[in-house]
């Protein structure tokens, strides 16, 4: 989806899908099977749609883009966030199993969550979980289990491409962050400081509500405030485009993306020099909860 028309829409869709997919195949290679909390389905699933429902109306933000805000904050499992969180010390076995965990319940939690969102807003709004199904499906789940059925199968070809798969996912993403700059900075600036604010707002509650909620374990801690401030932008948009919203909504969502992004990078950049400190990298995440 491009919304200024300088970066043409098939080029955009065609660069973020090779990225996720990559990304995802890349951490699918790595995946310990592990467990998971009910306190942290909480902070990524309930508490982080109701911030944003009370951030968007304390900024008094305009409706459309309040929309779009909260379409985001119901939209969990970003399938970057996995890769984020195990680069800046989450567990290892913990952070993935949250991630399908996430996903799967995504397909429950968002129809529940939209009909409650037509009460407020007075919506008729709808998404069906088979559609949620299939879009986790193909964006998350199958290069996650592809990467876990290589890792299994074939250790050997694991250990010479995964360095090379892990370059490749990195390369996509960076493309895919300037190209969303480049077509996303003019709806960034038209959409005003206050939405603006309220993302950051929303992001950084979403962190600190995580992270407390994340256990006593600091790589748990790390997993779930990572996954509670990075949202799906796939699959708010898929709400967005289905139902059909106004276009600012679809704006905003992306303006989202953009603004979180950047918003979240202080607090990796800490847990990765806290895990460096408490003695390195992932090989401390022995056991979770």
Avoid: K
């Avoid at 962050?177 to 077509?183: F, G, P, S």
């Avoid at 949202?231 to 953009?258: D, I, K, Q």
């Amino acid at each position: 989806m491009s919304l200024s028309g300088t970066i043409p829409a098939l080029l955009f869709t065609v660069v973020a899908a090779a990225a996720i997919f990559t990304v995802m195949l890349d951490v699918g290679l790595g995946i310990e099977i592990g467990e998971f909390r009910a306190r942290a389905l909480f902070a990524v699933l309930i508490a982080v749609p109701a911030l944003a429902l009370l951030v968007g109306q304390a900024f008094d933000v305009p409706r459309d883009a309040e929309i779009g805000i909260v379409l985001m904050a119901i939209s969990p499992g970003a399938p970057v966030a996995l890769r984020r969180s195990l680069g800046a010390g989450g567990h290892r076995s913990f952070a993935p199993a949250l991630q399908i965990l996430v996903a799967l319940v995504a397909v429950a939690s968002m129809p529940l969550w939209i009909a409650a969102l037509n009460e407020v807003y007075a919506g008729s709004a709808s998404i069906s979980p088979g559609r949620l199904a299939r879009q986790v499906l193909v964006a998350q789940l199958m290069p996650l289990a592809l990467g876990i059925v290589i890792r299994r199968t074939a250790p050997l070809l694991t250990a010479r491409f995964e360095p090379l798969i892990y370059r490749l996912g990195t390369l996509l993403l960076i493309l895919l962050l300037v190209l969303a700059l480049i077509d996303v900075a003019p709806v960034v600036v038209e959409s005003g400081p206050r939405v603006a604010l309220a993302v950051v707002c929303i992001t950084a509650l979403a962190i600190a509500v995580g992270h407390l909620l994340g256990g006593p374990e600091p790589a748990t801690r790390t997993a779930v405030a990572i996954s509670s401030a990075a949202r799906n932008a796939g699959l708010a948009l898929l709400v967005a485009t289905l139902n059909p919203a106004p276009p600012a909504v679809g704006r905003t969502v992306l303006v989202y993306v953009v603004i979180s992004a950047f918003t979240l990078i202080p607090y990796v950049i800490w847990r990765r020099r806290a895990g460096h400190v408490a003695g390195g990298g992932h090989e401390q995440n022995a056991t979770a909860e």
